[in-house]
């Protein structure tokens, strides 16, 4: 089992449209999680921390589900520019200073 | 945007040929890493540093090497390159102490090895 999980999609989404999508990750002492978003050949930009109250920024809203071990991402009022893929990090408790990257989910924003 | 930048951009280079794919950051961060990432795949920590005269290999086993004499540079050398070798390295650089980690990425060398 990888220790982080998630849906490679694509998922289609019309602009304006609301998407959200999970993560799921293995070790259950990891204490941080992020989003990163990663345009097709470049490098991953930070998104989001995720905190266990849930956190919002802009149209972006991330949420933390520590007893089923899951993270989400919603992206309301969809861009195209919000075409991506999205990655999910979380920190390795057993390797102090490492992170743990899922292969990622892409979304499709059309027109 | 952050400061941290790699060369080269792209890279095609025959099969048995000594490169090195060069990293820098302005940033004054101890922490680096070396990430490899093929498509539709997740990135793989090959070598990192918390600091001068600290290296340590990552996860995926890798062939290459690394050094780390000054804060800000942080090369990745492959002594004889081979088509396996084929992939995209990123680097990263991190100032945070754990346990949470905001890396910021080089743009990435894209080598393909004929």
């Known amino acids: 089992r990888k220790e982080v999980e998630q849906d490679p999609g694509p998922f289609n989404v019309p602009e304006g449209a609301t998407v959200a999508f999970n993560c799921t990750y293995s070790n259950s002492a990891s204490q941080s999680f992020f989003w990163y978003r990663q345009d097709c050949r470049k490098e991953p930009k930070l998104l989001m921390s995720v905190y266990s109250s849930g956190n919002e920024d802009g149209r972006f809203t991330a949420q933390l589900n520590r007893a089923s071990q899951y993270i989400s991402l919603l992206i309301r009022d969809s861009k195209l520019s919000d075409s991506a893929t999205y990655l999910c990090?979380?920190?390795?408790?057993?390797?102090?200073?490492?992170?743990?990257f899922g292969a990622g989910t892409q979304v499709v924003v059309t027109p | 945007e952050a400061d941290i930048y790699q060369t080269p951009r792209y890279l095609v280079i025959g099969t048995g040929k000594k490169i090195t794919l060069e990293c820098s950051q302005t940033?004054?961060?101890?922490?680096m890493y070396w990430y490899q990432q093929d498509p539709g795949m997740e990135l793989h920590l090959i070598h990192y540093s918390y600091g001068v005269n600290s290296t340590e290999k990552g996860d995926l086993s890798s062939e290459s090497t690394v050094s780390r004499i000054r804060t800000e540079h942080f090369p990745l050398t492959l002594e004889s390159a081979r088509p396996s070798h084929t992939s995209q390295y990123l680097c990263?650089?991190?100032?945070?102490?754990?346990?949470?980690?905001?890396?910021?990425f080089g743009s990435g060398t894209q080598l393909s090895v004929l």
């Open positions: 990263a650089s991190s100032g945070e102490f754990a346990p949470g980690e905001k890396l910021f």
């Open positions: 990090v979380v920190n390795r408790p057993d390797s102090w200073g490492k992170l743990q």
């Open positions: 940033m004054g961060h101890d922490k």
